[in-house]
């Protein structure tokens, strides 16, 4: 029998660790779940994200949770959608998180629906121009550019 790959064990402790009232538990659960992803933990991942959503701190951390959730165990690619357009509406005052969600959103309805291609476009171009801004240098090569 095969191991599960235990790196995702070492944010697990940490989040168990740290009590809800810190301010590091936002970060380390999404961590956690950014580790769980990697790992194809795609049922933990959403075991872990999905009661709690709703609860986390409006914008950029509720954001980040719901653009985890696009690569958890989805029945749908409507389900995968709506996680896009709950994680824009949540990802306005973050420019670099924004941008990678816009660039996931367009290769997503662009490869798998085939439809909608000019709106795909538009999407690709406003990541692209996120990217480029000066403030986020780095992101650029973030997104293989």
């Known amino acids: 029998m095969r191991r599960k790959d235990p790196c995702p064990l070492f ?3 940490a989040l168990r660790l740290t009590p809800t009232d810190d301010p590091t ?13 990697i790992a194809g933990e795609k049922q933990r991942l959403g075991d872990l994200l999905m009661p709690i959503v709703d609860s986390l ?11 985890l959730l696009t690569g958890g165990d989805v029945t749908s690619n409507r389900e995968i959608l709506d996680y896009f357009d ?8 973050d420019p670099r ?48 550019g």
């Open 11 to 13: 944010p697990q402790h």
């Open 25 to 37: 538990h936002v970060d380390r659960l999404l961590q956690l779940g950014a580790y769980l992803e």
């Open 57 to 67: 701190p409006a914008g950029p951390p509720r954001a980040r949770a719901w653009f």
């Open 86 to 93: 709950r994680a824009l509406a949540e990802s306005a005052d």
């Open 97 to 144: 998180l924004r941008a990678a969600v816009l660039g996931e959103l367009a290769a997503n309805v662009a490869a798998v629906r085939v439809e909608r291609i000019a709106m795909t476009n538009a999407w690709a171009e406003e990541a692209v121009a996120l990217a480029r801004r000066p403030d986020f240098p780095p992101l650029l090569e973030d997104l293989g």
